[in-house]
């Protein structure tokens, strides 16, 4: 395999995932190929069933690809494991666990003694503005709170890569904003690869490098942007110049296209 | 019908190891008599007629019970959800006797009624009533409030109300009440005619080739 | 103090009834024979727990129907969990769930009694067959609907099998099963009286029955209010027992009087 500059962090290759169920056949994915740069924050953006959080599913390794396959770092994904973390749209934290515990569960399967365990989880307690909440069970917080515990139970055992499936999909306007200041944050201090799902195209250009759009049901690549801003400023200078609204309308152009395509 | 088949297998296999257990005497076939010999007792009984007037007893005093107490329990819980003073007085009441194991009255019903009908009758209903009107009660009280004052704004008086809005509101709350207190039914009237025929163990030996089956084809 | 009396008048109506039913018998409207006073069901009550026979019958009824239950959940939850997660296990039980589930189970005092005799055996294993049917269904429902994301979040993290088994699933069941235990507790009650009712052995049910039978009136309703305090104080120990376990819960903490058999 030719190096070139930098090698893929992580890469897919041809995948195409059909569901059967009864008689009919559903093509979820369709011979995609996508691949992102360590370090890189890789946004996808489609239509509602466009297969997206498949694909996800299938680099997370909890599904199996029908064709194709899943690379990370060069080597074949078979199962999930340690090197990618995941955050969902609906949190998926341990309700019978408090905030604590959910932070620990994923360091219970890492060679360190429990007061290091304990250290670690307080160091990411703090690094997501937790502190006051350690032991709430999550029924007692917010959405904003609950997707906090999320990030910080999957960062805190370290993996190099990010998955996000429309992780502020569920937050209301002004939590989802500072939600997503605060993903700008821990990606530039933890400099991981991060690849996100949403439908939100400004949510897509704001936070990431790169931006791919993919076609309705079956989920194809459509057409991919380089984001490219200088994030510099605030967040107000950033989305109110000029290039930030350029591109996003373009992205939304493609998008548009195959929401109606997908209603007809 | 692949799968109705397919899932007969286990049981035919512990059929099968059951008469097999009693036919090569492992156990005294006294109490434990092969499948076979069941199936035909059953049969037997069945073709005879002599099940029938049985059946039809316990099955109108079941239902009899129970009719009673979907309606005493539905206009009760309705009007516990809609009165303030009488969700109250009832509350406690359901609270404190809910607990009680209803079978625990026949012997009460019956110092009242005798062992006829109406012994059975009356602890299937007031063992049935419970659920009806515990559900009916928060499926009336769970009505939506925007839909009572929309209804309201267009001019629907109480009764109307009730009707059109709460009635239909609470419809799967009291069938899901219905739902419990018909299996309440038949578990109360057998235990009654259990507790009032005061069978004696010849009968009961009898009874254990009749009871078996029988019964779980009518819940 | 204030909390205790506010208590009290909530359940105003119990009192009222009481008073209602102790005026209508003291003044000889209905014969006593049917309906005695309330204060000579008290004293009684008050006698037979004086000469032990209600406190020793209503422990052996106790005893009964618990280790009843505790048979029942030792066989049922296993098994519920493993109806939900192997496939050959499911195989087997589904069928003898299908059709035991939905049968009444005091139907089958008389074959107890044939097969174990009328003493703690029978009526014991009878509850414990008869209650592990809610507990397995319980268990099942709740072990299959175990949300996905919690599993594939633990497996992220880098959970086994087992770690998934013990961390994720039975944690998540738990609800469910309490919620089984919740049908089984009264169900465990209602066979042990019958039982006893039907087959003697001691206990409280023979009591009642015994009474019954020789029109000893104040003893029949005695042994009720035992009856009704027993289930009562069951109920409220298995909902403190679910608030302090399962706080984490979004509905345990609300107390739902409601019973699915």
């Not at chain 1, 490219?228 to 989305?239: K, P």
């Amino acid at each position: 395999m030719p190096l070139i500059e930098r090698m893929a962090k992580i890469e897919t290759q041809g995948l195409s995932k059909t569901y059967r169920s009864g008689g009919e056949t559903t093509v979820a994915l369709n011979d995609l190929t996508i691949s992102v740069r360590e370090g890189e924050f890789l946004t996808i953006v489609g239509p509602s069933g466009c297969g997206k959080s498949t694909l996800l599913y299938i680099i997370a390794g909890f599904l199996k690809p029908s064709a194709g396959r899943v690379l990370v770092d060069g080597r074949p994904v078979e199962a999930p494991g340690t090197d990618r973390g995941i955050v969902f749209q609906e949190y998926a934290l341990f309700p019978w666990r408090t905030v604590l515990d959910n932070i620990l569960f994923g360091l219970e399967y890492q060679a360190l003694s429990r007061p290091e365990r304990l250290a670690r989880a307080r160091q990411y307690i703090e690094f997501m503005g937790l502190e006051g909440f350690e032991h709430r069970y999550p029924k007692e917080l917010s959405g904003g709170m609950k997707q906090r515990v999320a990030l910080a139970r999957t960062l805190c055992y370290n993996p190099d890569v990010l998955l996000l499936d429309e992780p502020f999909g569920a937050l209301d306007a002004q939590t989802r904003e500072i939600m997503q200041d605060e993903l700008l944050r821990v990606w530039r201090e933890t400099k991981k690869t991060v690849l996100m799902v949403t439908h939100s195209v400004s949510e897509a250009v704001y936070l990431s490098d790169r931006v791919i759009v993919m076609t309705s049901r079956p989920g194809t690549r459509k057409a991919e942007f380089a984001v490219g801003l200088d994030r510099a400023g605030s967040r107000e200078q950033i989305i109110l110049t000029p290039a930030f609204a350029e591109l996003q309308s373009r992205i939304w152009m493609q998008v548009r296209e195959e929401v109606l395509r997908s209603r007809t | 019908m692949a799968r109705t088949l397919q899932g007969s297998v286990p049981v035919l296999i512990v059929a099968g190891l059951w008469e097999l257990t009693s036919r090569l005497a492992l156990i005294d076939p006294e109490h434990l008599p092969p499948v076979s010999a069941i199936l035909r007792a059953w049969a037997d009984l069945v073709f005879s007629g002599h099940i029938l007037p049985h059946l039809a007893a316990t099955l109108y005093r079941a239902l009899a019970g129970l009719l009673l107490a979907i309606v005493f329990g539905v206009a009760l819980g309705v009007w516990m959800a809609r009165s303030r003073p009488v969700e109250r007085f009832v509350d406690p009441l359901i609270t404190l006797t809910y607990p009680l194991p209803k079978v625990a009255i026949i012997p009460l019903t019956m110092l009242w009624f005798g062992i006829g009908h109406l012994a059975k009758i009356l602890v299937v209903f007031i063992g049935c009533m419970m659920p009806v009107i515990i559900h009916t009660f928060h499926g009336a009280r769970g009505a939506d409030h925007l839909l009572i004052w929309s209804a309201q704004a267009m001019g629907a008086g109480e009764r109307a109300i009730l009707r059109k809005v709460i009635l239909p509101a609470a419809l799967p709350a009291v069938l899901s009440g219905i739902r419990i207190a018909l299996a309440f039914s038949f578990v109360i009237v057998i235990g009654a005619e259990l507790v009032a025929s005061r069978a004696g163990l010849g009968e009961a030996k009898t009874g254990s080739m009749t009871t078996c089956s029988p019964r779980s084809w009518l819940s | 103090m204030v909390r205790v009396g506010r208590v009290l008048l909530s359940y105003y109506s119990a009192f009222l009834l009481l008073l209602v039913w102790e005026g209508v018998a003291q003044a000889g409207l209905v014969r006593a024979l049917f309906l005695p006073p309330v204060s000579t069901i008290l004293a009684q009550g008050a006698a037979l727990v004086a000469d032990g026979t209600l406190v020793t019958d209503s422990g052996i009824s106790i005893v009964r129907a618990l280790v009843g239950l505790g048979l029942a959940a030792a066989v049922g939850i296993p098994a519920g969990i493993g109806m939900a997660r192997l496939r050959a296990v499911h195989w087997f039980c589904d069928p003898f769930v299908t059709i035991g589930f939905p049968t009444p189970k005091i139907s089958l005092i008389p074959i107890f009694i044939l097969w174990f005799g009328i003493g703690h055996l029978s009526t014991i294993l009878l509850v414990g067959f008869g209650t592990l049917f809610p507990i397995v269904v319980a268990t099942y429902h709740g072990a299959r609907g175990v949300e996905r994301l919690w599993v594939w979040s633990a497996r992220a993290m880098g959970a086994g099998e087992r770690d998934v088994l013990w961390k994720v699933v039975i944690p998540a069941t738990l609800p469910f099963i309490f919620t089984g235990m919740r049908v089984a507790l009264p169900l465990s009650l209602i066979l042990v009286f019958t039982s006893e009712m039907v087959a003697g052995g001691g206990g409280l049910g023979f009591i009642l029955i015994n009474a019954q039978r020789y029109f000893e009136t104040p003893t029949v309703y005695a042994a009720l209010y035992a009856v009704l305090l027993i289930g009562f104080v069951f109920d409220r120990l298995l909902l403190l027992a679910r608030e302090r376990i399962l706080g984490w819960h979004e509905e345990a903490t609300k107390a739902v009087t409601e019973a699915e058999v």
